[in-house]
């Protein structure tokens, strides 16, 4: 039975050094790439030699990205946890911080903290179905995932990515969903909110794709991110295609400040989303609203 994803000292996730957890490191902006109007894909390198062996990283976690002179920023990890070289940040232009990551450009200097958090629970479903389910810029912090599936695909039964955007323009790895869909590995359903004369797919949130794909939810598990509203009702309809609590995990956004579990921004109830998340289970999720009840 998969317990849930846990706290990153229970994945067995190799811890960082103090100073990597609580200063940033220096690291340059290599690579831009615009995603969306509002959303582009910044490919970081750690300046320190020392500091770039000793970054290890899983997918599901994140840093907090510094703008020297404006304030740091919780951002996932949207790369393969393959690529040792560098890592890629998705960010979409919001507040001060990220609106500032969005004025630099390749060259440029940022500050690294981390990695925070926990991860996907990867190893745990080995054997297991998986179907992803994102919205927007929800398919970010899955992307490491799915790259993961992929590289070891023998190790997976069937896996399924069901993407909903609010437009075809909105979508974000429009490359990387057309890669998938035609690699065979990886079953791609797409769907928009409002189409446009370019748009020959489906029309509709995206629990409407549930429909299209056919799983033994006894032997599946559901990974979800996106908008909370569209987690909320995929988790509702996922439980009602019968997957079981503890077999639906989700990536939850809250604000997050220190990355360490100390300012308390990121508190629900006991726990520390920053330390014990982002990464939780439907069952755990429950167990938080029923505390709050």
């Known amino acids: ?3 849930g994803a846990r706290p990153r000292r229970m994945w067995g996730v190799n811890y960082l050094p103090t100073g990597h957890l609580y200063a940033p490191m220096p690291a340059r902006i290599t690579s831009v790439v615009d995603e969306t109007p509002d959303t582009k894909t910044f490919r970081i390198a750690l300046e320190n030699p020392e500091h770039a062996r000793d ?3 899983e997918p599901g976690q994140f840093v907090e990205l510094s703008v020297f002179g404006v304030g740091e920023a919780p951002i996932g990890f949207a790369s393969s946890p393959l690529d040792h070289d560098a890592f890629e940040l998705t960010i979409v232009a919001r507040g001060s ?3 500032a990551v969005h004025a630099l450009a390749a060259g440029d200097l940022v500050g690294i903290r981390g990695p925070h958090g926990n991860a996907w ?3 745990a479903v080995r054997g297991s179905d998986v179907v992803i389910v994102a919205g927007g810029c929800g398919l970010a912090p899955l992307r490491p995932a799915i790259f993961y599936l992929l590289a070891n695909r023998a190790a997976y039964g069937r896996l399924v990515l069901l993407y909903g955007a609010r437009t075809p323009g909105d ?4 490359a990387d969903l057309e890669h998938w869909a035609a690699s065979g590995d990886l079953t791609v359903l797409q769907t928009v909110d409002s189409a446009d004369a370019s748009w020959h797919g489906e029309v509709g949130a995206v629990t409407t794709l549930f429909r299209k794909i056919s799983v033994e939810p006894a032997r599946g598990v559901a990974f979800t991110c996106g908008p909370p509203v569209m987690i909320h009702f995929v988790t509702l309809e996922l439980g ?3 997957f079981a609590d503890d077999r639906i995990v989700t990536s939850l956004e809250r604000h997050m400040r220190c990355g360490v579990g100390k300012c308390g921004h990121c508190c629900v109830n006991q726990l520390y989303l920053c330390v014990e998340g982002p ?3 439907r069952a755990q999720i429950k167990r938080l609203a029923e505390a709050r009840a």
């Open 1 to 3: 039975m998969l317990t």
């Open 55 to 57: 970054f290890l990283w």
């Open 97 to 99: 911080v990220t609106r």
């Open 121 to 123: 629970p990867l190893e």
């Open 171 to 174: 979508r974000d790895f429009k």
């Open 240 to 242: 009602r295609l019968g």
């Open 279 to 281: 990464v939780l289970t």
